[in-house]
């Protein structure tokens, strides 16, 4: 990414916004390339829930349909609606499925519902005995015990001789629960319960592995997977260094640098404590901009795994955040800077090249898709081009 203090965005509210966000698209294009080719012979789908893991849905799918996906798939139907005019030959699948109100949606913009319940299955069979025939996906739990089928049900479902002509699926598909950790037994129970599924539908395309699943190999790739995280350049797997760029930098403005003499405290609660002599920059950043209180570098009581908190960087060093993120503020010890260094309208990295988010995420006990998805209104956002 280019130095982002240079002048690659002539736009004056960026320049001048209090917090930030650059979003590399072609990172993301990149990143949705590199899954996959890693789903070998499956083509991989663009998850783009939550205004694409808070980017923006419409430079994201704009991206990601340049980048070769035909496959979308979103939360609610509101958010395909919102996809469909960018996207227009695309197949878009809805997770929640149709309800009772909003059948029409799907009608008018060539949505895909996602049954996953029997009683879902009844509701969209009573449609299309009165419209005519609708693609729709099966979704099966193999032991998450969230939405779907279960297997039993699923399979009662194949070997239904009533089951109606105009029933037919064109994805068969299961979330796995634990793939982020690959030794975990879960994942083989869950895929061995998801061959069974699809042996009894056969002739039918089917979808297991999320991005994490799509690192524990060829058997959990079947016909189509599904990476999210790790396309939005996200960490996939425990344990492992992740290999996808960073799509989001975050950055905000030092509104003042203040002074704190030995002894002092500064934030809510006394909760930044002095040793020495201090310099501290306080930034305008907080939990209103979804950079959680949980990130806090003290004074939050119930973390204990990551008792220090996080990190920005500023001017190629690391920073520590001090005391309690408030709603609109945070503060960060730029003591050892020399005097100057650092001055009022300087911007500091909360998370992006240097900060991965993440390990801001962790020091908030929490993981990169809540920092990415709660990302807030009060961002100004620039975009790098995809090549």
Excluded at 309 to 324: K, T
């Amino acid at each position: 990414m280019a130095n982002l203090h240079t002048p690659l965005f002539a736009d004056p509210a960026f320049e001048a916004a209090s917090n930030r966000l650059t979003i590399d698209l072609g990172a993301l294009a990149d990143n949705w390339r590199h899954m996959d080719r890693l789903s070998g012979k499956a083509r991989a789908a663009a998850v783009m829930k939550a205004n694409a893991y808070g980017i923006g849905i419409e430079p994201a799918a704009r991206t990601l349909y340049a980048a070769g996906a035909r496959d979308f798939f979103v939360a609610s139907v509101e958010e395909g609606v919102a996809l469909r005019p960018i996207v227009p030959d695309a197949r878009i699948h809805i997770l929640a499925g149709m309800w009772p109100g909003n059948e029409q949606l799907f009608f008018d913009n060539g949505l895909v519902p996602i049954i996953n319940s029997e009683e879902q299955l009844a509701f969209f069979m009573s449609v299309l005995s009165q419209r005519g025939d609708h693609p729709c996906v099966l979704h099966v739990d193999t032991g998450m015990n969230r939405l779907g089928l279960t297997r039993d049900e699923a399979l009662a479902l194949a070997g239904d001789p009533a089951r109606p002509a105009s029933f037919s699926p064109v994805l068969v598909m299961s979330h796995l629960a634990c793939a982020d950790d690959q030794a975990h037994p879960l994942n083989r129970r869950q895929l061995e319960s998801f061959r069974a599924v699809t042996a009894a539908f056969e002739g039918i395309e089917s979808s297991l592995a999320n991005s994490a699943g799509i690192h524990l190999g060829s058997d959990f790739h079947f016909d189509m997977t599904r990476p999210g995280i790790a396309t939005y350049g996200g960490e996939a797997v425990n344990g492992l260094a992740n290999p996808m760029k960073p799509v989001v930098t975050a950055e905000a403005r030092i509104l003042q640098i203040r002074r704190v003499r030995t002894g002092e405290t500064a934030s809510y609660g006394g909760s930044a404590q002095f040793a020495r002599d201090s310099r501290v920059a306080i930034v305008a950043i907080g939990y209103a901009d979804g950079y959680h209180r949980s990130v806090s570098g003290g004074g939050v009581t119930l973390r204990q795994a990551t008792p220090s908190g996080a990190y920005g960087f500023l001017h190629g060093r690391q920073v520590p955040h001090l005391g309690r993120v408030t709603m609109d503020l945070s503060l960060f010890d730029i003591t050892d800077f020399a005097d100057n260094a650092v001055r009022p309208g300087d911007y500091i990295e909360l998370f992006g090249n240097n900060v991965a988010v993440d390990d801001v995420a962790r020091a908030g006990g929490t993981i990169g898709y809540e920092m990415l998805t709660s990302l807030g209104k009060r961002y100004e956002r620039a975009y790098i081009e995809a090549e």
